[in-house]
């Protein structure tokens, strides 16, 4: 299970993101989004695959297989779709990207550590919690005070709200 002090970061395969929790954050367990890769697996079947049904089919196959931790199997299924000239180049580039993120795709695994596997959630959360305070017309920040707006808004979308003002009392 999940200890609550490890790091998770779920992102897609930009490099420069993974570069960044590698230097920073050693420690952190990294993800590649289940939906993103899923995107791009369907964007390129739709290029090789006509029959919308069948292409259908095999997608739905590629995301049980990666839920189950057979990324082997997704990789032989795009090896042995026989394709030339920019389909070729696509699916070099597709089983690229599945190689260089191998270690992030065992979905199973994560799932049964009760972690996300998309970041859905935390890009809504930071709609919810900061944009929606830190993106209004004319608004202006400092760091210093972009963090505190961020921890008073924390504290309220937890139900803390409370807790700060007896707090804040008691300091008066």
Not at 22 to 33: R, V
Not at 56 to 74: G, M, R, T, Y
Not at 116 to 130: L, Q, T, W
Request: proline share 1%; charged share 25%.
């Amino acid at each position: 299970m999940c200890n609550t002090k490890q790091i998770i970061a779920i992102s897609d395969g930009a490099r420069w993101i993974w570069d960044y929790w590698s230097t920073n954050y050693p420690e952190a367990i990294q993800i590649l989004d289940f939906f993103h890769l899923i995107e791009k697996i369907g964007l390129w079947a739709v290029l090789v695959i006509k029959d919308s049904l069948q292409r259908k089919d095999w997608i739905n196959l590629c995301e049980k297989l990666l839920l189950n931790n057979e990324a082997s199997e997704v990789e032989l299924m795009i090896q042995s779709i026989d394709c030339q000239g920019d389909k070729k180049e696509n699916q070099t580039k597709l089983l690229t990207y599945l190689t260089n993120n191998k270690q992030r795709i065992n979905y199973k695994t994560y799932l049964d550590d009760g972690l996300f596997i998309g970041s859905g959630a935390m890009e809504s959360a930071n709609k919810e919690v900061v944009q929606k305070r830190m993106k209004l017309s004319g608004q202006r920040w400092t760091l210093k005070g972009a963090q505190q707006v961020v921890n008073l808004r924390i504290a309220l979308k937890n139900d803390e709200w409370g807790k700060l003002v007896s707090q804040i009392k008691m300091a008066a």
